[in-house]
Protein backbone atom coordinates (compact mmCIF):
# COMPACT_ATOMS: atom_id res chain seq x y z
CA UNK A 1 0.00 0.00 0.00
CA UNK A 2 1.29 3.25 -1.29
CA UNK A 3 1.77 5.92 1.79
CA UNK A 4 1.75 8.87 -1.13
CA UNK A 5 -1.16 11.57 -0.57
CA UNK A 6 -1.60 14.00 -3.14
CA UNK A 7 -2.59 17.40 -1.63
CA UNK A 8 -3.52 19.30 -4.71
CA UNK A 9 -3.34 19.23 -8.61
CA UNK A 10 -3.47 21.72 -11.26
CA UNK A 11 -3.56 21.27 -14.67
CA UNK A 12 -0.61 23.44 -16.16
CA UNK A 13 -1.30 22.90 -19.82
CA UNK A 14 -3.32 20.37 -21.84
CA UNK A 15 -2.99 21.75 -25.40
CA UNK A 16 -1.11 18.44 -26.59
CA UNK A 17 -0.50 16.04 -23.27
CA UNK A 18 -0.87 16.84 -19.59
CA UNK A 19 1.45 19.19 -17.69
CA UNK A 20 0.05 19.04 -14.27
CA UNK A 21 0.99 20.53 -11.05
CA UNK A 22 1.37 18.30 -7.60
CA UNK A 23 2.08 18.87 -4.01
CA UNK A 24 1.68 16.14 -2.33
CA UNK A 25 3.10 13.92 1.05
CA UNK A 26 5.11 10.82 1.85
CA UNK A 27 6.97 9.08 4.49
CA UNK A 28 10.51 9.02 3.51
CA UNK A 29 13.06 6.61 4.60
CA UNK A 30 13.86 7.89 7.83
CA UNK A 31 10.00 7.49 8.87
CA UNK A 32 9.80 11.31 8.59
CA UNK A 33 6.66 12.96 6.85
CA UNK A 34 7.83 14.69 3.64
CA UNK A 35 6.07 17.59 1.49
CA UNK A 36 7.21 17.75 -1.83
CA UNK A 37 6.15 19.61 -5.39
CA UNK A 38 6.57 18.16 -8.98
CA UNK A 39 5.83 19.57 -12.17
CA UNK A 40 4.64 15.97 -14.26
CA UNK A 41 4.56 15.92 -17.83
CA UNK A 42 2.21 13.21 -18.82
CA UNK A 43 4.12 11.77 -22.25
CA UNK A 44 2.41 8.46 -24.06
CA UNK A 45 5.23 5.85 -24.02
CA UNK A 46 7.36 4.97 -26.41
CA UNK A 47 9.27 2.92 -28.82
CA UNK A 48 13.39 2.68 -29.54
CA UNK A 49 15.09 0.47 -32.17
CA UNK A 50 18.51 0.36 -33.42
CA UNK A 51 19.15 -0.97 -36.73
CA UNK A 52 21.92 -3.46 -37.25
CA UNK A 53 23.09 -5.06 -40.54
CA UNK A 54 25.51 -6.98 -38.89
CA UNK A 55 26.43 -8.56 -42.26
CA UNK A 56 27.49 -5.24 -43.60
CA UNK A 57 28.58 -3.79 -40.02
CA UNK A 58 26.46 -1.09 -40.21
CA UNK A 59 23.95 0.65 -37.89
CA UNK A 60 20.95 2.85 -39.70
CA UNK A 61 20.49 5.69 -37.48
CA UNK A 62 18.36 8.98 -38.39
CA UNK A 63 18.67 12.85 -38.24
CA UNK A 64 16.26 15.35 -37.24
CA UNK A 65 15.55 18.55 -35.52
CA UNK A 66 14.88 18.59 -32.07
CA UNK A 67 14.08 21.93 -30.69
CA UNK A 68 14.36 21.16 -27.12
CA UNK A 69 18.03 20.12 -27.64
CA UNK A 70 18.40 24.01 -29.72
CA UNK A 71 16.61 25.80 -26.80
CA UNK A 72 19.21 24.05 -24.34
CA UNK A 73 22.64 24.85 -25.91
CA UNK A 74 22.78 22.20 -29.24
CA UNK A 75 23.77 25.19 -32.00
CA UNK A 76 22.06 23.00 -34.62
CA UNK A 77 19.08 21.73 -33.21
CA UNK A 78 20.01 18.18 -34.80
CA UNK A 79 20.41 14.56 -32.98
CA UNK A 80 21.75 11.73 -34.63
CA UNK A 81 19.95 8.94 -33.11
CA UNK A 82 18.06 5.54 -33.02
CA UNK A 83 14.62 5.13 -34.89
CA UNK A 84 11.93 6.18 -32.26
CA UNK A 85 8.01 7.04 -31.43
CA UNK A 86 5.09 7.32 -29.33
CA UNK A 87 2.75 4.33 -29.09
CA UNK A 88 -0.84 5.04 -30.59
CA UNK A 89 -3.56 3.72 -28.48
CA UNK A 90 -4.40 0.25 -28.65
CA UNK A 91 -0.97 -0.60 -30.28
CA UNK A 92 1.82 -3.04 -28.70
CA UNK A 93 5.04 -1.44 -28.34
CA UNK A 94 6.25 -4.43 -31.12
CA UNK A 95 3.81 -2.97 -33.45
CA UNK A 96 4.88 0.25 -32.87
CA UNK A 97 8.64 -0.14 -33.55
CA UNK A 98 7.72 -1.93 -37.19
CA UNK A 99 5.12 1.15 -37.95
CA UNK A 100 8.20 3.66 -36.79
CA UNK A 101 11.20 2.09 -38.46
CA UNK A 102 9.02 1.83 -41.52
CA UNK A 103 7.47 5.59 -41.34
CA UNK A 104 11.13 6.82 -40.60
CA UNK A 105 13.15 4.53 -42.56
CA UNK A 106 11.35 2.79 -45.10
CA UNK A 107 13.37 -0.53 -44.26
CA UNK A 108 11.91 -4.02 -43.25
CA UNK A 109 13.28 -5.64 -39.97
CA UNK A 110 13.37 -8.91 -38.74
CA UNK A 111 14.65 -10.65 -35.35
CA UNK A 112 13.11 -7.38 -33.04
CA UNK A 113 14.92 -7.96 -29.80
CA UNK A 114 13.56 -6.50 -26.72
CA UNK A 115 16.89 -4.99 -25.11
CA UNK A 116 15.42 -3.39 -22.04
CA UNK A 117 12.11 -0.42 -20.40
CA UNK A 118 13.68 2.61 -19.37
CA UNK A 119 11.78 5.65 -18.35
CA UNK A 120 13.69 8.54 -19.97
CA UNK A 121 13.58 11.47 -17.09
CA UNK A 122 12.05 9.99 -14.90
CA UNK A 123 11.86 13.65 -12.12
CA UNK A 124 9.47 15.13 -14.86
CA UNK A 125 8.18 12.82 -17.27
CA UNK A 126 5.96 9.53 -17.48
CA UNK A 127 7.18 8.70 -20.47
CA UNK A 128 8.79 4.87 -20.46
CA UNK A 129 10.80 3.64 -23.13
CA UNK A 130 10.87 -0.32 -24.59
CA UNK A 131 14.44 -0.21 -26.42
CA UNK A 132 14.52 -2.59 -29.17
CA UNK A 133 17.22 -3.53 -31.74
CA UNK A 134 16.58 -5.38 -35.49
CA UNK A 135 18.44 -6.29 -37.75
CA UNK A 136 17.83 -5.07 -41.39
CA UNK A 137 19.48 -5.47 -44.77
CA UNK A 138 21.54 -1.79 -46.09
CA UNK A 139 21.65 -3.04 -49.31
CA UNK A 140 17.98 -4.58 -49.60
CA UNK A 141 14.86 -3.49 -51.02
CA UNK A 142 13.27 -0.19 -48.73
CA UNK A 143 10.65 2.26 -48.80
CA UNK A 144 11.53 6.21 -48.73
CA UNK A 145 11.17 6.37 -44.90
CA UNK A 146 11.77 10.14 -44.11
CA UNK A 147 8.83 10.50 -42.00
CA UNK A 148 5.75 11.48 -42.21
CA UNK A 149 4.29 14.53 -43.51
CA UNK A 150 0.98 15.21 -41.78
CA UNK A 151 3.35 15.06 -38.25
CA UNK A 152 6.01 17.67 -39.74
CA UNK A 153 8.78 15.14 -39.94
CA UNK A 154 11.79 15.54 -42.28
CA UNK A 155 14.25 13.10 -40.87
CA UNK A 156 17.64 12.38 -42.71
CA UNK A 157 18.98 8.65 -42.80
CA UNK A 158 22.29 8.39 -41.50
CA UNK A 159 24.54 4.82 -42.39
CA UNK A 160 27.21 4.58 -39.94
CA UNK A 161 29.80 1.66 -39.34
CA UNK A 162 30.35 -0.28 -36.59
CA UNK A 163 33.75 1.50 -36.15
CA UNK A 164 32.39 5.05 -36.94
CA UNK A 165 29.99 4.86 -34.42
CA UNK A 166 32.26 3.19 -31.49
CA UNK A 167 34.31 6.07 -32.11
CA UNK A 168 31.75 8.54 -31.51
CA UNK A 169 30.54 6.99 -28.92
CA UNK A 170 33.42 6.89 -27.19
CA UNK A 171 34.11 10.30 -27.89
CA UNK A 172 30.85 11.21 -26.55
CA UNK A 173 29.67 13.14 -29.38
CA UNK A 174 26.06 11.35 -29.17
CA UNK A 175 23.91 13.27 -27.70
CA UNK A 176 20.93 11.01 -27.34
CA UNK A 177 20.24 8.88 -24.05
CA UNK A 178 18.49 6.18 -25.74
CA UNK A 179 20.47 5.63 -28.52
CA UNK A 180 23.79 5.48 -26.17
CA UNK A 181 22.11 2.46 -24.13
CA UNK A 182 21.26 0.91 -26.88
CA UNK A 183 24.78 0.98 -28.92
CA UNK A 184 26.40 0.40 -25.67
CA UNK A 185 24.14 -2.75 -25.30
CA UNK A 186 25.50 -4.02 -28.73
CA UNK A 187 28.57 -3.74 -28.52
CA UNK A 188 28.75 -5.44 -25.30
CA UNK A 189 26.56 -8.11 -26.48
CA UNK A 190 27.11 -9.16 -30.03
CA UNK A 191 30.04 -8.28 -30.84
Known amino acids: MSDIKIIKEETLSDKKYPLKF ?3 QR ?3 KGKLLEKKNEVY ?4 AVTVLLVDSVNSKFLLIKQF ?3 TFLNGNETGYLVEACAGLIDEGESPEETAYREVDEETGYPIHDLTKVANVYTS ?3 ITEFQHLYIAWYNSRGRHGEGGGLEEEGEDIELVEMSFDEARRTLKKGEFMDAKTILLLQHYFLNYE
Open 66 to 68: RLP
Open 27 to 29: TGS
Open 122 to 124: AGG
Open 22 to 24: YTF
Open 42 to 45: FRPD
